[in-house]
C-alpha cells in the first residue's frame, strides 16, 4: 500500500514540467530505447541502418546513413519512437566517426514529431525558423535546445543539405515523461491590447500552437499553455528575448467573445481520474487584469458519448491588493474523463493564462480501459484479487527484510563510531523504508548516466544497493540532537530558513533581548508577495518615514528620494501556539545579527497580531537573478549594450558572501541555506545574505519536499547533511563551494542540472562509501582553475579537511586584488 502511495505521489507531483529541469537522455545511447523503436526512410547498408544511429556509440559503421548522395530536395529521415508520450527539449547530434574511418555528418535537420504517429507537425523555433545547424565534423557533439520544446511520442530528425552530399547520424533525445496526459486544447484564439497611441500594441495570442487555426479558433494542437514556461507579474515583461509585449501570457479581452467566459476544451491520451487543474494566471487588476472569477469544467468520459450533465464548479477568492500572477488550483473532485470542457469567467477587462496542467492518474478500471463491455457483469475479478494478495504479502516480506537489515547496519555504524540513537531508531527505520521503497519503484529503469556529457560522470553511474540502505542514509524530517549545534527547525513559519543557532544561546534570550524598536504597521505599505510558509508569509513592502525612525546609522543604502523598501516576514492569523513561539525565536535570533554583508532586522510590529519582523531589501533583488540576466563583460556587450558583470565584480561578489559567512561563523550560527537565491544585491553589488529564499515559488525546483512538507535544497547540502541531518559551519562551507559554481556559471544553470533529485541524494551515498565514484560539479569556464581548486576543497568528503570561512575569506581577497590591478579597477573588499 506505501508503495502504491508513494507511486500516486510521484505521478501527482511530477505533472507540473520545469523546461530547466527536464533534460534528461532518453536512452538512445544507453539503450533504452530499443533498436526496433528506431526506423528509417532508407539506409546506405546494412551496416548504416537506423539501429546505429545512437550518440557516442560506434556499433556496426558508425551511424546512420540514408541511401546515396542527400539532394536538397530530399525528405529522408530517421524516427524514434519514444513508447510514450515525451516533453523533448534538446537534441544532440553526431556525424558518421567510425573510429576515425568516417567523415561523413549532417550540418543542417529539421525536426518533425507526431503525438499519435499519424498527424506528422513540423518543429519551429519561436521566431519561426524550422532548420536548425547540427554538426561541423564528424565527431563532436552538437547539443541544441528546443525553443519551444515538443510535446510527442514519435520524432523525426530529416537531415538537410544545400548540395548533394552524403550525410550520416547519430542521435540523442533529452527530455522527461510528459505525466499530464494533454494531447490537446481548443481555446479562441488569443487577442490583441491597444495601449495609448504611440505604444506598441501587446499581442497576446499563443505563438507557438500546432494545432489548427481557423475562424479565430484554436483546435486539435498545443502550444504556450503547455511550455512550461511561466509568465510574470508584470504581462509586458518576458522570459524570452527578441519577443514582443505580452508574449508569455495568452489573454482575452471580455465581451469580445460574445459572452463574459473563454471556453477551453482539452483532450487527453485515455482516460483519467483527475484530481485538480492548475491555471497560471495574471492578476496586474491595475491594468484592468485578474484572475478569473469562477470555472465550471464539465466531463467527457469517452470522446463519443455526451458531455455529462452535472459539471465541477470552482468561484475563487479575488484579490486586489497582490497584483502578483500565480496558479489557481481548480479542485475536480477525482472525476473520471477522457476530455474536459471549461468555462472560466472574467473577473475584470482581460484575463490572462501562460501555464496549464493538470493532476491526474490513469484510470484502469474495466470500463475504462474496454468501453465495450460497460454494464457487463465482471467474472475475472478473482484472478486479480489473488494476484494483489501475492503482492502485498511479498512486500511485507521485503518490509521484514529491510528493518531487520537496518538495524543491523546500525550496530555495525555504532561499532564504528557513527552515532545511532535509540529515541531516533524507530523513526529512522520507516524513514529509510520509505526510501528503499521508493528505490523499488525504479528498479525497472536502468542505470545510466543523467548527463549530456559522459566525461562529467566520472566514467559511470551506479545506483546504490537497495539493502545498503542504513538508518543515515535516509531522510528524515527532523534530526537527532548534535554537540555541535541544536537544529531548532530547518524551515520557519514563514516557509524561510532558520538559522541554527546553539542550544543556550536561544534558550537564554529573552524579550529584551529584541534590541529593535516598534515600528507603525499602518506605514508599511504591500507591493508584492516574495513567499509564503505553512503559518506566515514574506511580503515586499515600502516602509513610510523607516530612515527619521531609525536614526542616524540605519543600514539602508542610498535611496536618492525614493520609499525604502523592505522585506516583511508576518505570522498568520491561524498560527498555532508553536509557529507563534518560534516567529518569536527567530526574532530574537535576527535581532542578534550585525553585520554589512548579512541581511539585518531593522524593526518589529508584535505589539498587536499579526506579528511583523521587517528586515532589509536590496533594490537588485537576488543575485541568482541578477547574473542570470547578464552575459560577462566584453567589447561586444558594450557596443550592445548588453547588461554584463566583469570576472572583478564576480570575485568581489564572492569575498563578500565569505565575510558574511565568516561573521555567521564567528557567532557559531549555522545558515544551512546558504546559495545565490539567498544573496541579495543593491545598485552597488553590496552583498546581503538572506535567509527567504526556501519560501519563494520561483526557486521551489532547487528543493526536494519530504512526503509533501518539509523541503531540504539537497544539492547545495554537504554528504553528512543529507545522510546524518549534521549542520554545522563545515556544512556551509560547502554550500559556499556550490555558491561560487553558481556565480561563476552566471547561475545559468542549476547544480548538478542533468541528475534527478533522487540520483543527487544516491551521489552522496557515493561519499559515504567514499569508494571515488562521486560525482562532482564541472569547473565553469569563466573560473580560474586556482578558484575552482577551492570550490573542491570545500566539498572535501572529510569535514575537518574544509578550510574555514576565515581561512576563505582570505584565500579569495588576494583574486580580487590582482584581477583589480588588472583591470585597472579599484574594487573594495
Not at 628 to 657: F, G, K, Y
Amino acid at each position: 500500500m506505501l508503495f502504491v502511495l508513494l507511486l500516486v505521489f510521484q505521478l501527482e507531483t511530477n505533472a507540473q514540467i520545469d523546461p530547466a529541469h527536464c533534460r534528461y537522455p532518453l536512452g538512445m545511447e544507453d539503450g533504452r530505447i530499443k533498436d526496433h523503436d528506431i526506423t528509417a526512410s532508407s539506409q546506405w547498408y546494412e551496416t548504416t541502418g537506423p539501429q546505429y544511429a545512437r550518440l557516442n556509440r560506434e556499433e556496426g559503421d558508425g551511424a546512420w546513413c540514408p541511401a546515396g548522395l542527400l539532394q536538397p530536395s530530399d525528405t529522408q529521415y530517421l524516427q524514434v519512437d519514444l513508447g510514450q508520450l515525451t516533453f523533448l527539449t534538446v537534441v544532440g547530434t553526431q556525424g558518421r566517426y567510425a573510429r576515425n574511418s568516417g567523415n561523413e555528418f549532417a550540418r543542417m535537420y529539421r525536426l518533425n514529431y507526431s503525438r499519435d504517429g499519424l498527424l506528422w507537425k513540423s518543429w519551429k523555433n519561436r521566431l519561426g525558423d524550422k532548420i536548425m545547424k547540427a554538426n561541423d565534423n564528424s565527431y563532436a557533439s552538437v547539443i541544441k535546445d528546443l525553443h519551444p520544446p515538443v510535446i510527442s511520442r514519435f520524432i523525426r530528425l530529416i537531415p538537410v543539405t544545400q548540395v548533394p552530399n552524403t550525410v550520416c547520424m547519430r542521435v540523442e533525445l533529452y527530455g522527461c515523461p510528459w505525466h499530464d496526459g494533454l494531447i490537446s486544447y481548443s481555446s479562441p484564439e488569443g487577442q490583441q491590447m491597444y495601449s495609448s497611441p504611440g505604444y506598441p500594441i501587446v499581442s497576446l495570442n499563443d505563438s507557438t500552437y500546432d494545432g489548427v487555426h481557423e475562424r479565430r479558433k484554436l483546435s486539435g494542437g498545443l502550444g504556450q499553455l503547455t511550455d512550461g514556461v511561466i509568465g510574470q507579474d508584470d504581462f509586458l515583461v518576458t522570459r524570452q528575448y527578441h519577443v514582443w509585449q505580452g508574449y508569455d501570457y495568452v489573454g482575452w479581452k471580455n465581451g469580445s467573445l460574445g459572452s463574459g467566459h473563454v471556453e477551453m476544451e482539452f483532450v487527453f491520451d485515455k482516460q483519467r481520474n483527475f484530481t485538480s487543474m492548475k491555471v497560471h494566471c495574471n492578476n496586474m487588476f491595475q491594468s484592468g487584469v485578474k484572475i478569473f472569477s469562477s470555472v465550471s469544467c464539465s466531463f467527457k468520459p469517452r470522446l463519443l458519448a455526451n458531455w455529462e450533465a452535472e459539471p465541477a464548479e470552482f468561484h475563487t477568492v479575488l484579490d486586489d491588493r497582490n497584483p502578483s500572477a500565480r496558479y489557481v488550483t481548480v479542485p475536480l473532485g477525482r472525476r473520471t474523463a477522457k476530455a474536459l470542457r471549461c468555462r472560466f469567467t472574467f473577473a475584470d477587462m482581460w484575463m490572462m493564462f501562460s501555464e496549464i496542467s493538470f493532476q491526474s492518474v490513469f484510470n484502469s478500471s474495466p470500463s475504462a480501459t474496454n468501453p465495450s463491455v460497460e454494464g457487463q457483469p465482471d467474472n475475472g475479478n478473482t484472478p486479480v484479487l489473488i494476484g494483489c494478495l501475492v503482492t502485498i504479502i511479498l512486500l511485507l516480506v521485503v518490509i521484514i527484510f529491510l528493518i531487520l537489515r537496518c538495524q543491523y547496519v546500525c550496530k555495525v555504524l555504532e561499532k564504528v563510531g557513527l552515532p545511532c540513537y535509540e529515541r531516533t531508531r524507530s523513526r529512522h527505520h520507516f524513514l529509510c523504508l520509505a526510501t528503499a521503497l521508493l528505490l523499488l519503484s525504479k528498479a525497472s529503469k536502468p542505470r545510466n548516466c543523467q548527463s549530456l556529457s559522459p566525461s562529467a560522470c566520472g566514467g559511470g553511474y551506479a545506483e546504490p544497493d537497495v539493502t545498503q540502505c542504513t538508518p543515515h542514509q535516509c531522510f528524515h524530517n527532523s534530526v537527532p540532537h548534535y554537540a555541535e549545534t541544536d537544529i531548532v527547525s530547518l524551515q520557519g513559519v514563514t516557509g524561510s530558513n532558520m538559522y541554527a543557532v546553539p542550544a543556550l544561546t536561544v534558550d537564554s534570550l529573552t524579550r529584551k533581548d529584541i534590541s529593535v524598536a516598534e515600528f507603525p504597521r499602518h506605514r508599511l505599505f504591500f507591493r508584492e508577495k516574495l513567499g509564503e510558509g505553512q503559518f506566515g508569509e514574506v511580503h515586499l513592502c515600502e516602509a513610510e518615514g523607516l530612515p527619521e525612525f531609525l536614526g542616524e546609522g540605519a543600514p539602508l543604502p542610498d535611496r536618492d528620494g525614493r520609499s525604502v523598501l523592505v522585506a516583511v516576514k508576518q505570522l498568520r492569523a491561524d498560527a498555532t501556539n508553536n509557529a507563534r513561539n518560534d516567529f518569536l525565536k527567530e526574532i530574537k535570533i535576527m535581532s542578534r545579527l550585525n553585520d554589512p554583508n548579512i541581511i539585518q532586522l531593522l524593526c518589529v510590529c508584535v505589539s498587536s497580531d499579526p506579528l511583523c519582523m521587517v528586515t532589509e531589501y536590496m533594490e537588485n533583488g537576488d543575485l541568482n537573478m541578477f547574473l542570470s540576466q547578464r552575459e560577462m563583460e566584453s567589447t561586444l556587450t558594450h557596443a550592445n549594450n548588453i547588461p554584463s558583470v566583469s570576472l572583478s565584480d564576480l570575485l568581489h561578489m564572492s569575498v563578500q558572501i565569505s565575510s558574511g559567512m565568516r561573521y555567521l561563523a564567528s557567532l557559531n550560527f549555522v545558515h544551512r541555506d546558504l546559495a545565490t537565491r539567498n544573496c541579495l544585491l543593491d545598485r552597488r553589488l553590496t552583498i546581503k545574505i538572506a535567509d527567504f529564499g526556501m519560501s519563494r515559488n520561483l526557486y521551489s525546483s532547487d528543493y526536494y519536499r519530504i512526503q509533501g512538507r518539509a523541503v531540504l535544497p539537497i544539492r547545495w547540502m554537504a554528504w553528512e547533511s543529507i545522510l546524518l541531518g549534521k549542520f554545522t559551519t563545515a556544512s556551509d562551507v560547502w554550500a559556499f563551494g556550490v555558491t561560487l559554481w553558481e556565480i561563476f556559471t552566471l547561475c545559468k544553470e542549476q547544480p548538478y542540472s542533468l541528475l534527478s533529485d533522487e540520483q543527487v541524494i544516491e551521489n552522496t551515498g557515493e561519499f559515504f562509501r567514499n569508494q571515488g565514484r562521486q560525482i562532482f560539479l564541472f569547473p565553469p569556464p569563466l573560473c580560474p582553475s586556482s578558484l575552482f581548486e577551492l570550490m573542491m576543497r570545500c566539498w572535501d568528503r572529510d569535514i575537518a579537511d574544509r578550510p574555514t570561512f576565515e581561512g576563505l575569506y582570505q584565500a579569495l581577497r588576494p583574486h580580487v586584488a590582482l584581477i583589480s590591478v588588472i583591470l585597472g579597477r579599484n574594487m573594495v573588499s
